[in-house]
């Protein structure tokens, strides 16, 4: 089996994730957002409300490398060992859409990312994902401002309730329209942290 766990900027998922893969002894997949050399520019460029457009073409072009290493640890473990992913293509997908919506992302780029995350991640491993379980940890954009402010990473003092409302809406929109059978949201509230959502997730991986 292959999780996927999602969810937001400091929804609490790559924590999530790692128990996950501790308690189940899964292989764990972890995002390496700190190998990105584009990201830093990035949320810099939001946050001083400069044109994204450029900057996120790298950021996500270093990402796609990074989802073409993930596709050959998948076949690499996926008859021996279950695993479980930090975020993963659909993520980015959704990271995409966002900008999309915003405007903030050149259109030829924008189809020709599409085309790619379609291919990779829906036609090429479609066979795979008929065994995953896709996990969205959903919280109030309130309360993910408040945990991306104590975890203090200066790149992310930009970003806006309002991003991150749209942002968790291109996750569950994708899950909706290709994996309506195979995901679950979890709504935590502010006083749950990630040991208490782990539990949830135990229940809907089952």
């Known amino acids: 089996m292959i999780a996927y766990i999602l969810g937001a900027i400091g929804s609490g998922k790559s924590t999530t994730a790692k128990l996950l893969a501790e308690e189940t002894k899964s292989v764990l997949y972890e995002e390496k957002f700190e190998d990105n050399e584009h990201l830093e520019d990035f949320y810099e460029a939001l946050r001083l409300g400069k044109d994204t457009k450029k900057v996120l073409e790298g950021v996500q072009i270093s990402f796609m490398h990074e989802y073409q290493h993930l596709g050959r640890e998948i076949e690499r473990h996926y008859t021996s060992k279950n695993m479980v992913i930090d975020a993963g293509p659909l993520a980015g997908m959704a990271f995409v859409e966002t900008h999309h919506h915003l405007n903030q992302i ?6 020709v990312y599409k085309m790619f995350w379609e291919y990779y991640f829906l036609e090429q491993d479609r066979l795979k994902k008929e065994s995953s379980k896709f996990i969205l940890i959903k919280r109030d954009p309130s ?3 408040s945990k991306i402010d104590k975890r203090g990473r200066e790149m992310e003092k930009g970003i806006t309730p309002e991003y991150l ?6 996750y569950e929109k994708l ?3 290709h994996f309506a059978d195979s995901w679950s949201g979890i709504i935590a509230s502010p006083e749950e942290n990630e040991t208490s959502v782990l539990r949830v997730v135990r229940a ?3």
């Open 106 to 111: 050149h259109p030829a780029f924008y189809k």
């Open 143 to 145: 309360d993910l401002l």
């Open 165 to 170: 409302d749209l942002l968790q809406y291109n």
């Open 175 to 177: 899950l909706r329209e």
């Open 204 to 206: 809907c991986i089952r």
